[in-house]
């Protein structure tokens, strides 16, 4: 199970930190990542982390803007963004794959958590 939170109203400019707890992943070894889904777009792919935490992998729209790690002994994944942009505003979801490699592939991740809304203002 994938349980998001930490998403907020914000103003341009400003930084929030996305947390998700994980729990349940088979063999306890489980790649993470961040997906978003603006209103009237696709889900897309934001940033992904190896079970290790040694992997990160970024969409370019957030190379330099936005941090994922992990903390395995809390099972807690986080998505740090700083600088956010009004065209940040989506529902950010977080993800979870089988595997301990981390993938930008939405249909690679099998377990999703419900999301949590980011909304930035102008």
């Known amino acids: 199970q994938l349980q998001a939170s930490g998403g907020g109203l914000v103003q341009a400019g400003g930084s929030l930190r996305l947390s998700c707890t994980v729990s349940?992943?088979?063999?306890?070894?489980?790649?993470n990542a961040w997906f978003r889904q603006a209103p009237g777009k696709e889900r897309e792919f934001v940033a992904a982390?190896?079970?290790?935490?040694?992997?990160?992998n970024y969409a370019d729209f957030v190379k330099g803007r936005f941090g994922i790690s992990r903390d395995n002994a809390k099972n807690m994944v986080f998505l740090q963004m700083n600088s956010l942009k009004p065209e940040d505003t989506a529902v950010y979801y977080c993800?979870?794959?089988?595997?301990?490699?981390?993938?930008?592939?939405?249909?690679?991740?099998?377990?999703w958590g419900q999301g949590t809304q980011v909304t930035v203002s102008s």
């Open positions: 993800a979870a794959r089988t595997f301990a490699l981390e993938v930008a592939t939405l249909n690679k991740y099998d377990y």
């Open positions: 349940g992943c088979p063999f306890g070894r489980c790649a």
């Open positions: 982390v190896s079970w290790t935490g040694g992997r990160r």
